[in-house]
């Protein structure tokens, strides 16, 4: 069966509070932080960007397992804050971990759930026998243009999983997707920060995207909520997964751990793969875990899961567990933020 | 720096690829064609070398005048790492400031962006090391 | 091999020469140590030229026939030859040019040593600078010369608990001198406060551990020792002229606390000459930072290893000891025009023991050293002189 084989997830170690960015704008930001359910977000060194994300993310994921990782048919790469628009991410992931040349590669956009595409693709290439492990990773270095809302928000982060059929630890039983042309939330090609459509992005693109796939799945599987351990859906802030937990009748318990947000704000294509890497640190043989991913434009991936034995014999100490992560943090002032996300005007031609 | 020659080396400064001489098994970084050991006798002997990316720190300095494409990190601190396979390579250090930092600490390599070539030129990428990461995968 | 003396001696003021272009400075030099040596260019047989980066600093290449076309010389057509080592290149020029008249391939031989840094921003001479060090696995992942030495410095300090107060008064003898030689960059003196308070370049060095960037040029006209007494009634021999090498990046070398380079080329010359270090006068060193200072002051065998950051602070290789280090101001004090350095050194040395060198001579200096690094500690060349009767 196809499943996931290693996993790896990177965080920066940079974060800013909605206080501070309040601060700057006139804004009460613990209020605010407070109505989203955000207290921090992490924020990019100057030294990284989705690329550096991704390939530490994939780096962590090749340090558990003991592959040739010449034998990785393929790398997928999904975010929305590519480096290049052109030129792919997947093959500097690819020849840092020693996959090149014999591999296929390609990057992915669908806002938030760009990884989550790549883990069905890679599912695709694994279970046809095309490939005998394909890696899907999601990572991103989102941006809000200052004083947006979004900016309270918007934050970096990415985890990579290996998806074969040998030696997994936790097994894809089921994915599915409901997609429609939604436009709640874009970026035009050459500008700098999205746009959105405010209260648009809440009903008629997340929640009914969410509950109609996780319906969807569920309906197929044959399963109800109690059935999973857990339940990670995607988490734009730390409000929206409960509520769309509470309207599909899953418990806090079962969504808690899996709600990344509050602590490193939205990281975009890198939310719903962090999260399922924090609940498989923890998670134990026979745990079912429903994982559903929404990528505004729209659309979710929904995935059913079920942890194997593997688990107990899998060496998550041999890279950065989610938790240890989340814990390492430094706080940055908005000015040193400003400084590393490069929204200071600088000299032309230095 | 030109693009070719960037290219060129990237196996080496994405992975730490350096070489190792089958005669007389040294390990070198960055890669050589000639082992300084066993010179001639080496030549078409050289093999392909990952190293690890764990080693200590050996010096340290930040840096306040910096070079060119490092503006936005000043200071920034660069070391001699001495690698665990005994080996000493120039890097940078990062996630630490220079108060924290002292000769002999353990340090891993973590994968970072270098510079880039302007804003429409290509991205340079490669290694730095991180106390900080050395200490994520040795504490449970 | 026949013995070479030094027969004359030219240099330029060192510093921001804002309207003088490389090549005016390299002819003031060279015709300087002509007059000096009163020949004229029909007693040439070649020229020799030492800089290191005329192609960054002024996208000039093939300087060496520039400068003698500008000296005037094209028409003689003369051999000219532009050698580069780094910052040694004018003191490897000098190695050529001594080689060249030992061997009686040619009789009476100018060398120049110039470069013109002013032209380009500090920014940029800084990434020229950097082009010594390993291009690919030093300077491209963010290493600076300075960090450089503020690498070997913080090794040095950890090894040998030598202290910042003692690379400070390498910096202060520097200046000291310095602000005795009317062609010095630097004429002021400072103190050992001075140097601590200043704002960092790379820690633990700062601005003041470190030579500022300069134009200057300078040169020396050579000849056979047999028959030096036709140009000057003071001929300086050339009792040895070593060069040697190590590695190119720092982080592949023995022990970064020392320049093996300079520590082999020492030995070797004072083999060579017949003398031990404690028989030298006066030292023109490599002191482009106050911590190349210590290094080479050990690495020539001035001081025991570990021991140099003690014996400055307790006052020696200050003027009138022996040996006096760096009477004209040194790289800190008198300037850092590279290609210049290496002669500089030279015409620093010939002048003490000529006598003629002022407010800084040193009373009966015989025996004089000079020791030019390029890169960081890559290749040195070390020139033992002595004084003839």
Known sequence: ?350 | MAVPRYWREVKSRYRLQGSQCTRCGRIYFPKRSVCPYCKRQSIDKIVPYNLSGEGTVESFTSVYEPMGGFEMQVPYIMALIKLKEGITITGQIVDIEEKDLKIGMPVKMVFRKIGEDGKSGIIYYGYKFSPEMYNSISTP | MREVAIVGIGSTKFGELWDRSFREIGIEAGLKAMNDAKITSSDLDALYAGTMSTGSLINQENVASLLLDYSGLASDHLPAIRIEAGEASGALAFHQAYISVASGYYNIVVVGGAEKLTDVSEDVAREITSATSDQEWESFLGSTQASQYALIAKRHMHQYNTSREAMAQMSVISHANASLNPTSHMQNKITIEDVLKAPPVATPLGMLDCAPMSDGAAAVILCPLDIAKKFTDTPIKVSASVVSTDTIALFNRRDITSFDSTILAAKKAYDISNKSPDKIDIAEINDNYSIAGLLSVEDLMFSEKGKVSKNLLEGKYALGDKPSINTSGGLKGHGQPYGAVGVSQLVEVVSQLRGEAGKRQVSGASVGLTQTVGGIGSVSVVNILERVN
């Open chain 1, 1 to 350: 069966m196809v499943g996931i084989v290693s996993y790896g997830a990177y965080i920066p170690r940079y974060r800013i509070s909605p206080k501070e960015i309040g601060r700057v704008w006139g804004i009460d930001g613990v209020a605010y932080g407070k109505s989203l359910n955000i207290q921090t977000k992490s924020v990019p060194g100057p030294d990284e960007d989705t690329i550096t994300i991704a390939t530490q993310a994939a780096i962590h994921a090749m340090d558990r397992v003991n592959i040739n990782p010449e034998d990785i048919g393929a790398i997928y790469v999904g975010s929305e804050s590519h480096p290049y628009a052109v030129k792919p991410s997947a093959t500097i992931v690819g020849e840092t971990i020693g996959a090149t040349p014999n591999m296929t590669a390609a990057d992915m956009e669908f806002a938030c759930k760009a990884g989550t595409a790549a883990i069905q693709v890679s599912m695709g290439l694994v279970s046809s026998d095309m490939c005998k492990y394909s890696m899907a990773i999601g990572a991103d270095t989102s941006q809000g243009a200052p004083g947006d809302p979004l900016e309270y928000s918007a934050s970096a982060g990415g985890a990579a999983f290996l998806i074969g059929k040998e030696k997994t630890i936790a097994d894809i039983n089921y994915t599915c997707s409901y997609t429609t042309d939604t436009p709640d939330f874009w970026r035009r090609e050459g500008q700098k920060y999205p746009r959105h459509g405010g209260r648009f992005t809440g009903e008629p693109a997340y929640f009914k995207h969410i509950t109609s796939c996780a319906n969807m799945l569920m309906k197929h599987m044959n399963t109800k909520p109690e059935d999973y351990t857990y339940a990670i859906f995607h988490q734009p802030n730390g409000k929206y997964p409960f509520k769309v937990a509470r309207m599909l009748n899953f418990k806090e318990e079962q969504v808690k751990e899996g709600i990344l947000t509050p602590l490193i704000g939205n990281t975009y294509s890198g939310a719903v793969m962090i999260a399922l890497s924090a609940i498989l640190d923890k998670a134990k043989p026979g745990d079912r875990i429903m994982v559903v991913a929404f990528g505004s434009g729209a659309g979710c991936d929904g995935f059913d899961i079920t942890v194997n034995e593997n688990i107990l014999s899998y060496p998550i100490n041999k890279a950065p567990t989610v938790d240890w992560l989340i814990k390492r943090n430094v706080m940055l002032d908005y000015a040193m933020y400003a400084k590393y996300r490069t929204k200071i005007i600088l000299n032309e031609g230095d």
